[in-house]
């Protein structure tokens, strides 16, 4: 069965809301969600906290990586196209 598609703020949303969810996490602040390019991988994302918050580290580790296994199981990252950077010169008037 295909994996359903997320944008990374959705993966991150339901990847804080679980994490939170396990003994010692519930003060973990914020994660970030970013892409993994290799083919080997069993997704093509992976979870970081940033933010611990008052929760210990080892803790907030493993619920990041338990997290990860259960979503990347069920989830693909939907990989947005990405936006050019604006030309210095573009629209530059002289």
């Not at 080997?40 to 907030?60: F, H, K, P, Q």
Request: with cysteine; aromatic share 6%.
């Amino acid at each position: 069965m295909p994996k359903i598609r997320k944008s990374a703020s959705e993966l991150i949303e339901l990847a804080l809301a679980e994490i939170r969810t396990y003994r010692g996490c519930d003060s973990v602040a914020d994660v970030t969600v970013r892409p993994i390019r290799d083919d080997r991988a069993g997704c093509n994302w992976s979870i970081m906290v940033v933010d611990l918050g008052a929760a210990e580290r080892d803790l907030a580790r493993r619920a990041a990586i338990e997290t990860q296994e259960w979503l990347s199981a069920q989830f693909d990252l939907l990989e947005e196209p990405a936006v050019p950077e604006p030309s210095a010169h573009r629209g530059a008037r002289y």
